[in-house]
């Protein structure tokens, strides 16, 4: 899933920039994409830079995490609201610092309807909406307790290793 999680970024990043380069709305863009990998963990949004940072869109893989799409339009504390307590000062930070002309990214952990913390990793950019006239943040999050088991057993089987070491060499 890794692989294709990292295919369909750079899927991602190649049709928002011929997106913007064709002036194309960019919801509808996200909104094709996101249909093209509704079989991952991958979910996409848009939001307002402004006031609210209202959600201009969210795709339907929010489901994977148990919350209703609908949720993010109606109330725009959802989304903050859902960040786990001691995550939220340093991603609203982040967010802030966020600059305009580069891309940024932030993990942290995220409510899953059922109780539950999943640590998601949230990549974003800006581009000026035309239709709108206004800057909007657009991004990927995707799932990282899938390469967090990685890393662990990673470091577990190494940590054996050592140890097979250690009474190899004595």
């Known amino acids: 899933e890794l692989k294709a999680l990292s295919l369909a970024i750079n899927m991602m990043g190649e049709e928002l920039d011929l997106a913007l380069r064709e002036k194309i709305n960019i919801e509808s863009t996200i909104y094709q994409i996101g249909k093209s990998i509704s079989n991952t963990s991958i979910v996409l949004y848009a939001r ?7 959600f201009t869109f969210i795709s339907d893989n929010i489901n994977n995490y148990g919350h209703a799409v609908a949720s ?15 995550d939220r000062e340093r991603v609203s930070s982040e967010i802030e610092q966020a600059n305009v002309q580069s891309k940024s990214q932030v993990s942290f952990r995220f409510k899953k309807a059922d109780g539950s913390y999943v640590w998601l990793r949230d990549e974003r950019s800006f581009y000026f909406n035309e239709q709108q006239g206004e800057l909007e943040m657009v991004g990927v999050l995707t799932n990282q307790n899938e390469e967090l088991t990685l890393a662990n057993k990673y470091q577990e089987l190494y940590q054996v290793i050592n140890e097979i070491a250690q ?4």
């Open 48 to 54: 307002k830079t402004q006031g609210t940072r209202a």
């Open 72 to 86: 993010f339009y109606k109330d725009a504390s959802y989304w903050p609201e859902h960040i786990h307590p001691d």
């Open 167 to 170: 009474v190899i060499i004595i």
